[in-house]
């Protein structure tokens, strides 16, 4: 079945860039998408790139993706306290019969001033 | 606009009783999600509902029943509880593969 893998923690200082890995295994994922979860909170969307995509940029976001490989990454570039959080890597897929999205177990983000 | 509203917040159930977990979303969208999050596990999709009248198995069904009322209801069903159903839920809604909107969690502690 679908599965999708990340490292469970990263710490780095304030100011340095920070890279989040992802792995999934479905290779019919039409997007796939970075959620951030603060503290009590429930999942907000970050960022998505489309498969057919291999870059995406958004203000201090980048996201690669190599599809060949089945690897998903997010850096955030001037990590700031405020991102601290825990990350999500997400995939989705279906058709108009219905999607579903699968998540992996999360990256916890903790940056140190 | 109030997105996806969950409702527990927060709920403590002996073992053995059932409880109804309600969510409701504004946005018209055709799919609705219900997730487990476990320190260490990420979300895990208990079931979905990809349109108003059908709902299907995500990883981990057992002990859950779920009913897709309307377009915008979509409750999870406890039976009977149990220990290991001690979580956090959360509810999500999506139109096709696009953004999932979550809810704000339902915090269950199983005793």
């Known amino acids: 079945g679908e599965d999708v893998e990340q490292s469970l923690f990263l710490s780095v200082r304030e100011g340095d860039s920070s890279v989040i890995n992802c792995t999934y295994t479905?290779?019919?994922?039409?997007?796939l998408y970075w959620y951030k979860q603060e503290p009590g909170a429930g999942l907000q969307l970050l960022t998505y790139i489309f498969s057919n995509m291999d870059m995406k940029q958004d203000q201090r976001l980048t996201v690669l993706l190599n599809k060949k490989d089945k690897h998903l990454s997010l850096r955030i570039a001037d990590t700031q306290t405020g991102d601290s959080a825990i990350y999500f890597c997400?995939?989705?897929?279906?058709?108009?019969?219905?999607?579903?999205?699968?998540f992996g177990a999360g990256t916890r983000l903790f940056v140190k001033a | 606009n109030a997105g996806v509203t969950q409702t527990p917040k927060f709920q403590v159930l002996k073992t053995g009783q059932s409880m109804t977990l309600q969510c409701a979303q504004d946005m018209n969208h055709n799919s609705m999600y219900w997730y487990r999050q476990d320190p260490g596990m990420g979300l895990r999709l208990i079931y979905y509902?990809?349109?108003?009248?059908?709902?299907d198995k995500g990883e981990v069904p057992n002990g859950y029943n779920v009913s897709r009322l309307n377009k915008r209801e979509f409750s999870l069903r406890l039976e009977s509880a149990a220990p290991s159903q001690t979580s956090v839920y959360f509810c999500?809604?999506?139109?096709?593969?696009?953004?999932?909107?979550f809810g704000q969690g339902t915090r269950l502690t199983v005793v």
């Open positions: 509902s990809a349109s108003e009248g059908t709902t």
């Open positions: 479905d290779s019919s994922s039409t997007y």
């Open positions: 997400a995939e989705s897929s279906g058709n108009t019969g219905g999607f579903k999205t699968i």
């Open positions: 999500a809604s999506s139109e096709g593969s696009g953004e999932a909107f």
